[in-house]
């Protein structure tokens, strides 16, 4: 009967998109979600902070080469450019280094964290520093995780 094929199909799509839900990619970094932003403050101060600043300021003179030729860590806060990219891109910075965005032999002082800390802990982190960011900067940041 009509009614019962529509009972099928509407049974089949909420199981399809009860699939694709449990399917989709890490979840973002959310600076409204309480915990998250908790978690990703902590993360911070043990694990960041000692290089871009407890206030997320970064070092001093970040868009100036060292005597090295490195650049200091750069700041988090409205100040810096974090809140230029999107969500993938800063979560594959910290876990894995530039190179994917630089091409190889880009000199910088920043370890790698995968192995270091779980996806959760960087994601966290990323909240964390979402959270503090103005209005104007949190919007751009996150019109560049919709494109």
């Avoid at 800063?90 to 880009?106: A, H, M, Q």
């Amino acid at each position: 009967t009509p009614i019962a094929a529509r009972a099928v199909i509407a049974t089949l799509a909420a199981l399809l998109l009860a699939g694709l839900s449990a399917c989709s990619p890490t979840p973002k970094a959310n600076p409204a979600d309480a915990k998250q932003v908790a978690l990703g403050k902590t993360v911070y101060a043990a694990q960041c902070a000692a290089c871009h600043g407890a206030n997320l300021q970064g070092q001093s003179d970040w868009q100036v080469r060292k005597a090295d030729k490195k650049l200091p860590a750069p700041p988090h806060d409205a100040s810096g450019h974090t809140w230029h990219h999107d969500d993938d891109t800063l979560i594959n910075i910290t876990k894995f280094g530039f190179e994917k965005y630089t091409g190889p032999g880009y000199q910088t002082d920043m370890p790698e964290f995968a192995g270091v800390l779980s996806d959760d802990e960087v994601i966290a982190v990323l909240a964390y520093i979402k959270s503090t960011w103005p209005k104007e900067e949190a919007e751009h940041q996150a019109s560049m995780n919709r494109k």
